[in-house]
């Protein structure tokens, strides 16, 4: 079984240029998270979906940031204009339902985007 | 401030040892969990706890979380190399809230 696909695995940009990310979760799952991870830190959420839904986007910074998730399935996590402040590893997690309203539920992460703004 | 607070921040032994690492808040949770993130990868969860005073092993990993459900622990036993990693503690505080929060984890290193 494939699990949560992220693309690219390192990006470098200039700053004030656009950047997106990718993340195609494991089939069937019906919940999306995006986090992002600072060097030295735990994972911070950014947006929740449950399917197409964004549900929780209280900590994304929505002047810059903007995600999808088109028909429910792949999701795309957009960033315009970056900052230098921004350089940090997107994780993508997808579960079955949401972990934290299920005890036991298994969360699944990609591998990250590894996103270096100069 | 952090919600969750992991203690300690970097700990680096001999193969062989045994070691505890901890999970700590001022907040009650409905569910805890742990997970190892490697260099280069996303975090893989290795257990849930959602009583307190709840005790799970897994192979040579004990948890443990507290009975107030404030607190949990991770206690590795023989510790080997390929336990390097870095471990996370995430905490839900409402069951239907669908939202979790992340410690800043601590950084194994077990040297061979």
């Known amino acids: ?118 | 401030t952090q919600l969750l607070e992991q203690s300690p921040q970097f700990l680096s032994i001999q193969e062989g040892e045994n070691l505890t690492v901890y999970c700590n808040s001022s907040s009650v949770f409905s569910s805890l969990q742990w997970y190892r993130q490697e260099p280069g990868e996303g975090p893989v969860l290795l257990v849930t706890v959602v009583t307190g005073g709840e005790v799970k092993k897994l192979k040579r990993l004990t948890f443990q979380f507290g009975d107030a459900r404030k607190d949990s622990s991770l206690h590795i036993t023989a510790a080997q190399p390929g336990d390097t990693g870095l471990y996370l503690c995430a905490g839900s505080l409402n069951t239907n809230a669908g939202k979790s929060t992340f410690g800043d984890g601590t950084t194994l290193t077990v040297k061979p």
């Open chain 1, 1 to 118: 079984e494939a699990g949560v696909v992220q693309s690219p695995r390192y990006k470098i940009i200039e700053k004030k240029q656009p950047v997106a990310f990718w993340c195609n979760p494991i089939s069937g799952h019906n919940t999306l998270y995006w986090y992002r991870q600072n060097l030295g830190q735990g994972p911070e959420l950014l947006i929740r979906y449950e399917n197409e839904e964004a549900v929780d986007d209280s900590q994304l910074p929505k002047d810059r940031f903007s995600a999808e998730r088109l028909k429910g399935v792949d999701s795309t996590l957009k960033i315009q204009p970056a900052e230098l402040g921004d350089s940090a590893v997107y994780l993508c997690a997808s579960s079955l339902v949401s972990p934290w309203g299920a005890a036991g539920t298994e969360a699944f992460f990609g591998q990250g985007t590894r996103l270096t703004v100069v």
